[in-house]
């Protein structure tokens, strides 16, 4: 019998013992067993902390996202394995790519982020602000990597995403992690992380496997350390009331199953596109994963009136779906888990019978292809349905996680957000529509208990992830029930990971901690126009101020000719009064033309290969004729440019073989009262010295 392995300390590790005997969920055979037991768990905390942080904090942001899309592209030559596996766990196919290929896809969208960083180990969050009459004293905040380790506590619906999701984020911040996926699937984590340490791309100790109990784990954490959960809400109450986080004040988020629902708009009716819609997306949350997905739908609503057509309507399509051994290709809904997931789902239905009726499917039969529905964890979906869902706290309270769903009735959508309310928050909900007052309506009246919700009609649906999809870019979380927590969300998400510190100082002193010029801080003397320099040769701080040169009225005028820009305030012969402006003023966009005309100052073949656009421009104060303006031209942070792997020849594009980077510059706009009129943010991509 196949022993799983913990990867601890820099080494597989077998737990004492026999372990926990772990099952085949589709033909109930034995295949593996697992055990911590004899694992010293302070060791291990310990060792995350010592060796894999320090390597993790020594990289940038840009090397860390690298890194992980190393580690995707290494992953995804190992799909066919993975899938052998997964099929284990009783997922089809469809239910693997969504483990396996979404977590890789989690990889991919994590190391993309790298570009909202700099190239640096530490960043600024948010706005810098001055804090002193002379520009002398000034205040921002910067992020940077906690000292601990970031511990997963994972259920068992995703063993390979539910992984990945998570320590995506963790090693993008610059924290390692502890993983502790649930023991009934742990071999399918085990598989996936097997190939993660023999790529050697992670450095050691930024990722370690428990399979089994997590015993004491969390006795030795401490306020350095992240803890987060998914799995059900009692096991995280348990988890989140740990004496020893409590004490440490260690942060955790916990991710819990919720009784998310969907609402379909009263405006909807049978033949839309709209009403075909709701009943395939109810039927693909019943039956992907078998229902096992902590954002399955649980709770169904529709207006009263149309509550028979639609749980008609429902059944047909379940009927419609052949259960049984995933690696059959017909099959499109395998088994649960396992026998224990199977039991638990019974009970819990037959809680929900006390105020609901099955109106779809049996508890204690189901019709399976190429497989032994005793032998294997198989459930036929249950659909029930209650008619009186104000006056049944069941619905509201119990949740079976499985394929079972409740579809009840409202009068008004007053009453739809009602009752999505009285789940006491879910991580996502869905309304199907086709009127966008009636979308507004639910998304604003229900939003305050829901951690996401999709709007779904005939114009995205074809191109909708669907109700139940986390995304990496957006929030995954939910208040109440669902955990009160908050993970991905593209850059939120690292930033849970990362302390935040306010900074005080010189905008000098300021510019030299963070990397990033800041407004008022001293310039360096570039020694030759900073265009000629490749990007290795600029520092941060290289600056240039300009000559001068006056605006007239007629450099306005021809500029309003050129552009087409004819508005009032451009037009010398303008009444202004009653205006913001004593006179004709220069457009603000012709001041920024002017200040590229002055800083150019490069006009032969140099290493700036082009302008990559503008950022925060802003014009502070009118520009009348007879202004003398010049400008100020700083190097102001410095970001690289990774080089587009090409891998058909004819999609290679003219560049594609230089090195460079991106250079961002700050440009402050004078005039010849030395007040600023304006300040802008330009990009340019600069070559490379060494190709």
């Known amino acids: 019998m196949n022993k799983l392995g913990n990867y601890i300390t820099g080494s597989w590790i077998n737990g004492d013992g026999d372990g926990q005997l772990l099952y085949n969920a589709v033909t109930g055979e034995p295949v593996a067993t697992a055990s911590t037991k004899g694992l010293d768990f302070q060791s291990i905390l310990h060792y995350a902390r010592t060796v894999g942080n320090p390597a993790l904090r020594k990289m940038t942001f840009h090397e860390r996202g690298n890194m992980l899309k190393a580690l995707a592209l290494h992953l995804r030559n190992h799909l066919d394995n993975f899938y052998a596996v997964s099929y284990q766990t009783g997922a ?91 023991t009934v699937t742990a071999y399918l984590t085990e598989a996936v992380v097997k190939e993660i340490i023999a790529s050697n791309i992670l450095p050691e100790g930024a990722l370690q496997l428990i399979c089994g109990s997590a015993g004491d784990l969390l006795d030795h954490v401490n306020s350095q350390d992240v803890v987060t ?99 059959n290709e017909k099959v499109r809904m395998g088994s649960l888990a396992g026998e224990t997931q199977r039991k638990e789902v019974r009970e819990q239905v037959q809680k929900l019978l006390a105020s609901s009726q099955i109106v779809y499917g049996s508890l204690d039969s189901v019709d399976v292809v190429d497989a032994d529905a005793n032998k294997g964890a198989f459930l036929s979906p249950i659909l029930l349905m209650n008619e009186k869902p104000f006056a049944s706290k069941e619905v509201h309270e119990v949740e079976a996680f499985g394929p079972v769903s409740t579809i009840m009735p409202y009068k008004t959508m007053d009453e739809a957000i009602a009752l999505s309310k009285l789940g006491k928050g879910s991580l996502c909900s ?65 930033k849970h990971y990362l302390q935040r510190t306010a900074i005080q100082g010189s905008p000098t002193t300021l510019t030299a901690v963070t990397n990033v010029y800041q407004q008022n801080a001293q310039g360096k003397d570039p020694g030759k126009h900073p265009f000629k320099k490749y990007f290795e040769e600029l520092q941060i701080g290289d600056q240039i101020i300009t000559e001068k040169r006056t605006i007239t009225s007629e450099d306005i005028d021809r500029f309003a000719d050129l552009s087409g820009d004819h508005f009032y305030a451009h037009i010398k012969t303008t009444d202004f009064t009653g205006t913001m402006f004593e006179q004709q003023v220069a457009h603000g966009y012709f001041i920024m033309s002017i200040a590229a005309g002055l800083f150019v100052d490069s006009y032969e073949l140099n290493p700036v290969l082009l302008n990559y656009g503008i950022d925060e421009l802003r014009f502070t104060k009118p520009v009348y004729p007879g202004a003398e303006v010049y400008i100020r031209f700083t190097c102001k942070e410095k970001l690289p440019n990774d080089k587009r792997i090409v891998e058909k020849p004819e999609d290679f594009k003219r560049g594609d073989d230089i090195e460079k980077g991106i250079v961002k510059w700050l440009v402050e706009f004078f005039d010849e009262t030395d007040e600023l009129t304006g300040v802008a943010t330009i990009l340019t991509m600069v070559k490379k010295l060494k190709q």
């Open 92 to 182: 089809t196919k469809a239910d693997s790519w969504v483990d396996i290929e979404g977590g890789i896809g989690n990889l991919f969208a994590n190391a993309s982020l790298r570009r909202k960083f700099p190239d640096d180990v530490i960043c600024i969050d948010g706005e810098s602000h001055n804090l002193s009459k002379n520009n002398t004293f000034m205040g921002t905040h910067i992020l940077s990597p906690k000292e601990g380790v970031a511990v997963h506590i994972n259920a068992f619906n995703f063993p390979v995403w539910g992984m990945l999701e998570k320590i995506a984020v963790n090693l993008l911040a610059g924290v390692p992690a502890v993983v502790k996926p649930a």
């Open 229 to 327: 959960f998914t799995g059900s809400a009692s096991t995280g109450l348990l988890l989140k009331s740990n004496a020893n986080i409590l004490k440490e004040n260690v942060p955790f988020n916990m991710e819990a199953d919720s009784l998310n629902c969907i609402v379909l708009g009263d405006d909807v009716n049978p033949g839309m596109p709209e009403w075909d819609i709701f009943v395939k997306e109810v039927r693909k949350e019943m039956t992907l994963k078998a229902g096992q997905r902590c954002t399955g739908i649980r709770r169904i609503f529709v207006p009263e009136n149309k509550m028979e057509d639609l749980w008609k309507a429902i059944a047909t399509s379940l009927a419609q779906t052949t259960i049984g051994n995933p690696l």
């Open 430 to 494: 869905s309304i199907v529509t086709a009127d966008h007052r009636i979308a507004r309506k639910y998304v604003i009246g229900a939003a305050t208990h829901h951690g996401r919700i999709l709007v779904l009609n005939n114009e995205c649906a074809k191109e909708s992830t669907g109700h139940g999809s986390p995304l990496p870019l957006l929030v995954h979380g939910g208040p109440g029930r669902a955990g009160g927590g908050e993970e991905m969300g593209g850059l939120r998400g690292v």
